[in-house]
């Protein structure tokens, strides 16, 4: 009797299966790519005026996967369609070692600044007035993949900004005096933010002005946007796009590019 049932079991699932045939899915990449490369508009602020002093080392020669940090940024971003022109933010100095980038149109170099804020305002003057988007990523951010450049690019284009990022995981407690814990901070509405984030020139602008005239401080692009009372669109990235900033952080993204790369030999 047992087999008797087992064997309608699996008569009837057979069926279902071909009545209901799975939805076919697009590749992820092609599906990422379509919408932001609809025009040439993109301009790309690359902020690599920080020194790596955890680094023991100026960032621009820090190497990885056998090449500067700041390479892999850059190879990326003039690798994808949409990006019309790139703002190597870095000081003057360094600017030598570049000279194979310069020969790209596209390149152009802004002076870093005391801050992030005067670092991103320099870059983003030396954008062309007819970029739709500036799109501003952190060179220390060197594992930022396409799908997450394309997603965060479409947000922007719908919302007027748009930030990667991708929701706390661990535990955050909060402390008023770095000796005790105040409280238990409620994680489920907290997001960590990367790089790149995406706005719009004009808006960007509007809240530089605002920001100098009252003069504020703020730690990343997307607060500028706030400072206005726009909204801003949060872009789920990957948790891979770590900050490379020390020795340890350099060994787990050589290890994540190694994974990426057996997993494209497959």
């Not at 008797?4 to 009545?19: D, E, Q, S």
């Not at 919302?159 to 105040?182: I, M, Y």
Request: hydrophobic letters at 45%; aromatic letters at 6%.
């Amino acid at each position: 009797m047992y087999c008797k049932l087992f064997a309608l079991l699996i008569a009837t699932c057979g069926a279902f299966v071909a009545r209901s045939p799975l939805p076919a899915i697009a590749p992820r990449r092609c599906a990422a790519r379509a919408a932001p490369t609809a025009a040439a508009d993109v301009a790309v602020v690359l902020l690599a005026g920080g020194v790596g002093s955890r680094m023991k080392a100026d960032r621009p020669k820090q190497r990885l996967a056998g090449k500067p940090v700041l390479y892999h940024s850059l190879d990326l971003f003039l690798g994808l369609e949409g990006v019309s022109s790139l703002v190597l933010v870095i000081n003057e100095q360094y600017r030598g070692e570049f000279a194979p980038y310069a020969a790209d149109g596209r390149v152009t170099f802004a002076d870093p600044g005391a801050e992030r804020q005067d670092s991103v305002r320099s870059g983003l003057d030396a954008c062309p007035a007819d970029a739709a988007l500036v799109c501003i990523h952190d060179a220390a951010r060197p594992l930022v993949t396409p799908e997450e450049i394309f997603k965060v690019i479409g947000d922007a284009r719908d919302h007027g900004a748009a930030v990667l990022g991708v929701p706390v995981k661990a535990t955050v407690k909060e402390s008023d005096d770095g000796e005790f814990v105040l409280r238990t901070v409620d994680r489920s509405r907290l997001w960590e933010v990367h790089t790149p984030q995406v706005i719009k020139p004009a808006l960007l602008r509007e809240g530089f002005d605002k920001v100098a005239k009252e003069g504020l401080e703020v730690t990343d692009d997307v607060s500028i946007i706030e400072q206005l009372g726009l909204p801003v669109k949060l872009t789920l990235g990957e948790y891979t796009n770590l900050k490379v900033t020390t020795p340890d952080d350099m060994v787990v993204a050589t290890q994540i590019l190694d994974q990426r790369a057996a997993a494209a030999a497959n």
